[in-house]
């Protein structure tokens, strides 16, 4: 594996939490690689530390120790802003709960992500009905997330998550909250986008959806207990 | 940011509604002390209900970026991880409170052009210029001024608040 096939590369990171006086250890010598254009599904049970690893690989917490080599970029000790711009140009967030704004349309949902950038409406516009097609809910753009069903909303939060092709989509338990159905067309959305564009995907999980990755990551105890 | 601003607020029908109503009692009642004050038609009185009102403009603001940044924490977490920085959710936030007190000022405008219309169609054989005008643009539009003037608090406030948003809320479940 070249250097330049690595999309994630985590070095002996560490991280730990003080709760209720207790500290506790959430990943403990962690040592990962990730190719580009990988599927990796990161699954064990709860409180295992497989969240904490999302959320340092994202740069939405910090590691106490190690390095994070995000595509040739240590974003270990990067600076909230230069955090910020990563996550815009090359991440998307699919999260369990969904976390659409209630309040705007599908495609305005999936436009939010392009809103702090320079390109015109139109443009932004173009895209997220690009995005839409991509997950099938053209038909649903107009529509409010109560007013569609919770696979609905989780392919419109894809569709968020894809509109500035990422290089990376991070998903936190994306089909904890879905019917079996739903999952299926969910994850099977999310390998899709993996081998269309190319997109490397890194799904966090405590259930067995090892059949659509191509490697699987058993945590425990804030370890990798095995790679498969 | 600030179309898309304003359409966050215009879609929160209920705080918009409410503090729209508020900003426009706020902006009427002090314009309209200003012009007595101005006038001398109530002495000192007239300048104390000024201040009350300015102060209370000052608290409404504080008060609306608090609700603002605190009941939508999860939104603004769910925007900084896609990528929203600290000075992007600032601009939606700042925004929404300035379209609002524009709002009413124009509402406040509007309701003094209505009732200038209803007194001259009404008394239309001894018409007094005096009598149509309740309170004069010029108190409206620097109490609307120094209204905007007092949010830089709120927005400061607003910065704070929005620095401490950890966009880590957003990977949390509901109820966790």
Known sequence: MSEKDIMIDAIDVNKEYRRAGAIIRALADVNLKIRSGEFVIIQGPTGCGKSTLLNVLSGLDLPDSGRIIFDGENIARATEDRLSRLRRQKIGFVFQDFNLVNTLTAIENVESVLWPTVLRQKEIENRAIAALRDVDLLDRKDHFPVQMSGGEQQRCAIARAIIHRPRVILADEPSGNLDPQSEKEVMGLLKKINKEMETTILVVTHRDLSSYGDKTINMDNGKITKIK | ?176
């Open chain 2, 1 to 176: 940011m600030w179309r898309k601003a304003i359409l966050l607020s215009l879609r929160e029908k209920r705080v918009f509604v409410v503090f729209t109503l508020i900003y426009t009692t706020l902006i009427f009642l002090t314009s309209f002390f200003i012009d007595l004050g101005i006038d001398g038609n109530f002495g000192e009185m007239a300048w104390n209900f000024v201040l009350i009102f300015f102060g209370t403009s000052l608290f409404l603001s504080m008060l609306y970026a608090w609700i603002l940044v605190s009941r939508k924490r999860r939104i603004w977490a769910t925007f900084k991880c896609i990528g929203y920085t600290n000075k992007n959710i600032l601009s939606l936030v700042s925004g929404m409170i300035f379209f609002t007190t524009l709002v009413g000022f124009f509402i406040v405008i509007e309701v003094l052009f209505h009732y200038a219309a209803i007194i001259a169609y009404v008394n239309q054989t001894d018409l007094n210029i005096a009598l149509l005008i309740l309170v004069d643009l010029v108190p409206v539009v620097v109490t609307s001024g120094i209204f905007i003037g007092v949010q830089i608090v709120a927005f400061i406030l607003a910065y704070r608040k929005v620095l401490k948003v950890r966009p880590i809320i957003a990977l949390k479940k509901v109820g966790e």
